[in-house]
């Protein structure tokens, strides 16, 4: 994993150098801009690094700034990198198609203030319709019908809120208005409801803005991979102080409904589904909580009745969409194979950086009726 994770980084530098060197090709020749320009990649690339390697003995202001400002880097940088790539890729083709002349195309893309202004505006323009994206939160709506309910139970699902330091108390309390306003019977979270470190969420006291969630029926989660990282035996704790049931490999049954919530499958000792559905009563309707949506086979053939998961965030971004497409069979959207009904929410928040390109923040509504 070490290994894994030095060879990404040591890519990520690569990709850095090899885009800061093209920028500094291309913004005009002014020491002040290039200062600027080239001190916002170091900072972009070494954020991170800081955060990650020093962030629990910083103050907590101190590590969400270095948090924020990497993560979001990080999607900055990636429209930059492309456009970069769109830039050389067009200079190999005009060297052996000869379409424009060379000492035109060196004018375009060497000390040229318009076509800096240009491709940073392009960036400028995709970064904030991704930050309104991911402001204007969805609402997925399913109604499904079924002989195990006697009367009718209105879900809401969340997932991946990541609280940390990129949510602030305000956009958390903003949310559980909107849960509330949709007059919830029970709310479900699918995980990832804790980001990195609990520090931020513990400062601001985000357990008790929590507790204003109006379920009579309850709330109920499974872990998620974030709950791992940020520290599974603080993550339970906050989970119980907020009023939320976190269900570890554990099952809760009530009115009719029976809740399965699973261990992260990072979780290596997590037990198997049919361990979990051996005694659960079948004339019940059953809820799977699963964070990551890997084999959705398994929850067929144990005749669960409703998956919800999440994790994916469907990439977050295009072009990372696409390859979570190809990496899970259903990377977000609602999906039913023979009889069970699955849906995979891409989050109601995020993972660093607030933009949401070609993705959205979701919530789910579902209505369960006879």
Not at 76 to 100: E, G, P, Q, T
Not at 179 to 184: D, L
Not at 340 to 356: A, E, P
Request: glycine letters at 8%; a positive charge; hydrophobic letters at 45%.
């Amino acid at each position: 994993m070490k290994t894994f994770f030095l060879t990404i980084l040591a890519l990520y530098l690569a990709a850095n150098v090899y885009t800061a060197i093209r920028i500094y090709q291309l913004i005009p020749a002014n020491l002040w801009i290039r200062i600027a320009v080239m001190g916002i990649f170091v900072l972009g690339f070494v954020s991170l690094i800081i955060f990650f390697r020093f962030g629990e003995t910083m103050p907590v202001g101190t590590a969400g700034f270095f948090y924020q400002f990497g993560t979001s880097w990080m999607i900055a940088f990636l429209y930059i990198f492309i456009l970069v790539l769109f830039v050389d890729l067009f200079r190999i083709i005009n060297h052996f198609a000869h379409m424009v002349d060379k000492e035109t195309v060196r004018g375009l893309f060497h000390h040229n203030a318009i076509t800096s202004v240009i491709g940073f505006g392009i960036v400028a323009l995709i970064l904030g319709f991704g930050n309104w994206q991911y402001h204007n939160k969805k609402r997925s709506h399913i109604t499904l019908k079924s002989d195990k309910i006697e009367n009718p139970i209105r879900i809401v699902g969340i997932s991946d809120l990541h609280l940390g330091y990129t949510i602030s108390k305000k956009e958390l309390t903003k949310w559980i208005e909107m849960i509330n306003a949709e007059k919830p019977d029970m709310v479900i979270i699918g995980g990832d409801l804790l980001d990195n470190q609990l520090r931020p969420v513990l400062m601001h006291s985000l357990d008790r803005e929590l507790q204003k969630i109006a379920a009579p029926l309850g709330i109920y989660a499974c872990t998620g991979n974030h709950e791992y990282i940020s520290g599974i035996k603080n993550s339970a704790d906050f989970y119980n102080r907020a009023g939320i049931t976190l269900l570890r490999d554990s099952v809760f049954q009530m009115n009719g409904l029976t809740i399965i919530g699973r261990e992260d499958h990072s979780y290596k000792n997590r037990k198997a589904l049919s361990e979990l559905t051996k005694n659960v009563d079948k004339q019940t309707f059953s809820v799977l909580l699963n964070h990551q949506p890997y084999n959705l086979d398994e929850a067929v053939q144990e005749g669960i009745d409703f998956q919800f998961s999440g994790h994916t965030h469907r990439g977050q971004v295009f072009p990372a969409s696409l390859i979570t497409d190809k990496i899970f069979e259903l990377s977000q959207g609602y999906l039913q194979k023979g009889n069970t009904h699955f849906y995979v929410s891409s989050g109601l928040g995020i993972w660093g950086g607030k933009f949401r390109i070609g993705t959205r923040s979701e919530y789910l509504v579902l209505d369960l009726v006879k």
